[in-house]
């Protein structure tokens, strides 16, 4: 498909663990968002990459967060030694250009990775 | 605490109803969205308003921007069943490149 995927769709972490989640842009698209997104709300900023340069990553909840783009395209988030806060779903975002624009600012969703930290 | 307080949290009308959420902030934003989320997807984009008091419709849906750029609402005529959903704002600032989404409304429309 042509669309944002992300994997694994679900996965459940013992609290201490590592995790990593992975997410696969449109081809072409030159920014590359991270949301979190709790049960009920709407999606918080997490980081921003434009090709591989991670340029905004003051959403990021602590330095357990880490999140890399190594060749401009799939990009990783890893979440080391998990705690229960953790448990959410985790939303990628592509865009194609490398600014916003008023007028044009689409970013088109993967379908997220739901995280449960127990 | 999130930028943008969507009104009501939860709604469940009947089909054939109409209603109206709320998108509210303090700050101006340059443009605003509006997008819907069904269950195990992402948010799917409807529409962006970029001129204060501007009006958007779609289909049975209009969206406007208020005229200081820091509200939004989007009305439903005639709701229906395939309307269900999550229904979320989103407001992107001046030099800013990240969304900052709304609290979110659920929307569920009985049959």
């Known amino acids: 498909g042509a669309g944002v995927s992300q994997s694994p769709r679900y996965k459940v972490a013992k609290r201490g663990q590592d995790v990593a989640l992975r997410c696969d842009p449109i081809s072409g698209h030159v920014s590359l968002f991270w949301y979190q997104q709790a049960l009920g709300q709407g999606p918080e900023f997490l980081t921003y990459f434009q090709n591989e340069a991670q340029l905004d990553k003051s959403g990021l909840p602590s330095d357990r967060f880490f999140a890399e783009r190594p060749e401009g395209s799939v990009s990783t988030l890893k979440i080391q030694r998990t705690q229960q806060e953790d448990s959410a779903v985790y939303l990628c975002?592509?865009?194609?250009?490398?600014?916003?624009?008023?007028?044009?600012?689409?970013?088109?969703f993967g379908p997220g990775t739901r995280l449960t930290v127990l | 605490t999130q930028l943008l307080e969507q009104s009501p949290q939860f709604l469940s009308i009947q089909e054939g109803e109409n209603l109206t959420v709320y998108c509210n902030s303090s700050s101006v934003f340059s443009s605003l969205q509006w997008y819907r989320q069904e269950p195990g997807e992402g948010p799917v984009l409807l529409v962006t308003?970029?001129?204060?008091?501007e009006v958007k419709k779609l289909k049975r849906l209009t969206f406007q921007f208020g005229d200081a750029r820091k509200d939004s609402s989007l009305h439903i005529t005639a709701a229906q069943p395939g309307d269900t959903g999550l229904y979320l704002c989103?407001?992107?600032?001046?030099?800013?490149?990240?969304?900052?989404f709304g609290t979110g409304t659920r929307l569920t429309v009985i049959p």
């Open positions: 308003v970029v001129t204060g008091g």
């Open positions: 989103a407001g992107l600032l001046t030099g800013a490149n990240n969304l900052f």
């Open positions: 975002a592509s865009r194609l250009l490398a600014r916003a624009a008023r007028s044009y600012n689409e970013q088109f």
